[in-house]
């Protein structure tokens, strides 16, 4: 499996993400730059955290404009597996790839620590290695995280199991109905203001986020007939 992991300027997740996955799955992984124009080669298109374009006009609102996201649209129609974490997942919602939008947090700091989330849907791409109703830890690090939709979309988001994850404990920036990841209807897009990549080993203070990394490879290996790994 080949991974993708975008790079725009401003961002300062792409690292991490990166060793993630080199760490976690031993998969070839790439930086690809914003001005590519060709994805064809990966078969997940990794959109980190960081402050693409320094978060001008809105988070994500610029990144959302370059040649990489016309790839990144092509790839998820075709269904290939798309992760946004933090600024990723604001670029996902600005790119119309995903619903609602993230505001400043309601508390109007920048909010960076460890949270408590749990897992809404297990049958994602990304979810498969975690069990339904799990509480996981994973770090927040964002000034803008607050997700917000209207009622007509929220309850689509419910209707379609398109909640991936909820804050289990306390809610850090506001966001309606605890949202902290949600999906597109066919789950293999995902956006999240967590970052999954800052919890790969106890080393970090929690590995639970290796799982979304374990979860997307057996999806892929699944999708291929191939046998999964644990």
Known sequence: M???VLVFPGSNCDIDML?????????????????????SQYDAILVP??????DYLRCGAMAQLAPVMQEVRKAAEE???????????????????????????????????????????????????????????????????NFYCDEETLASLRKNNQIVFRYAGDNPN????????????????VGMMPHPERAVSELLGSKDGARMFTSVL?????????????
């Open 2 to 4: 080949k991974f993708a």
């Open 174 to 189: 506001g966001s309606v109905d605890n949202i902290a990841g949600i999906c597109n209807e066919k789950g293999n897009v």
């Open 49 to 54: 955290g960081g402050f693409s374009y320094g």
């Open 218 to 230: 057996n999806a892929w290996r699944e999708r291929n007939g191939a046998a999964s790994v644990r």
């Open 79 to 145: 269904g290939k597996f798309v992760l946004g974490v933090c600024n990723g997942f604001q670029i996902l919602t600005e790119a119309g790839l995903l619903p609602g939008a993230l505001i400043r947090n309601n508390s109007l700091k920048f909010r960076c620590h460890p949270v408590d989330l749990r897992v809404e849907n297990a049958g994602t791409g990304f979810t498969k290695d975690y069990e339904q109703g799990e509480v996981v830890r994973i770090p927040i690090a964002h000034g803008e995280g």
């Open 19 to 39: 060793k993630a996955v080199e760490d976690v799955v031993q998969q070839p992984v790439d930086y690809v730059w914003y001005t590519s124009t060709d994805l």
